[in-house]
């Protein structure tokens, strides 16, 4: 028996556009549904945590709270949770800003290098498995059919934000 998933709520009846969508929605929730177990696996960790640690990786000097909490799209909460428990493990630290004594900047210690290293050197690998599925040349097809997606998404927002906001009743 087949797992239910995001894509059985389809019926051939819908629209291609939906159901496309919903393929979409299972393929990305199941990559990210082995992703998070082999984490947790493997090193102990969370998606979440690796996310922060990935953003910290990109940034050498550090990113402020307020600026994680921005890219990684949850709350400020969340963020000072994850950090709290980096910095108990030794993995990052948090340096008051010469600007603002009240805000910080959060960066890798070497140990949070070395850790991260290895979670993404990992981490490319099941990805690759995961996507083993494809050829080379039908990666490159999807992703630049992606990137047309992704363009008009952009363009539908944009015209989205442009427009004058409907009042509630």
């Given at each position: 028996m087949e797992e239910l998933d995001l894509e059985s709520r389809a019926?051939?009846?819908?629209?291609?556009?939906?159901?496309?969508?919903?393929?979409?929605?299972?393929?990305t929730n199941r990559i990210e549904g082995v992703i998070r177990n082999r984490l947790r696996q493997e090193f102990a960790?969370?998606?979440p945590r690796f996310d922060l640690?990935?953003?910290?990786?990109?940034?050498?000097?550090?990113?402020a709270m307020r600026e994680l909490s921005k890219r990684l799209m949850v709350t400020g909460g969340n963020i000072t949770g994850i950090?709290?428990?980096?910095?108990?493990?030794?993995?990052?630290?948090?340096?008051?800003?010469p600007s603002d004594r009240r805000s910080f900047t959060v960066k890798l210690t070497l140990a949070g290098k070395q850790q991260f290293k290895r979670m993404a050197s990992t981490?490319?690998?099941?990805?690759?498995?995961?996507l083993a599925g494809w050829s080379a040349e039908e990666k490159s097809q999807v992703h630049g059919l992606l990137a047309g997606l992704k363009?008009?998404?952009?363009?539908?927002?944009?015209?989205?934000?442009?427009?004058?906001?409907?009042?509630?009743q």
């Amino acid at each position: 028996m087949e797992e239910l998933d995001l894509e059985s709520r389809a019926s051939a009846d819908d629209h291609q556009a939906l159901r496309l969508w919903l393929r979409l929605l299972t393929c990305t929730n199941r990559i990210e549904g082995v992703i998070r177990n082999r984490l947790r696996q493997e090193f102990a960790t969370t998606l979440p945590r690796f996310d922060l640690l990935a953003q910290l990786e990109r940034n050498p000097d550090g990113l402020a709270m307020r600026e994680l909490s921005k890219r990684l799209m949850v709350t400020g909460g969340n963020i000072t949770g994850i950090t709290d428990q980096l910095e108990l493990e030794g993995l990052v630290v948090r340096e008051a800003r010469p600007s603002d004594r009240r805000s910080f900047t959060v960066k890798l210690t070497l140990a949070g290098k070395q850790q991260f290293k290895r979670m993404a050197s990992t981490h490319e690998q099941w990805v690759i498995e995961l996507l083993a599925g494809w050829s080379a040349e039908e990666k490159s097809q999807v992703h630049g059919l992606l990137a047309g997606l992704k363009s008009h998404l952009t363009n539908l927002a944009a015209v989205d934000a442009a427009a004058p906001k409907e009042k509630s009743q």
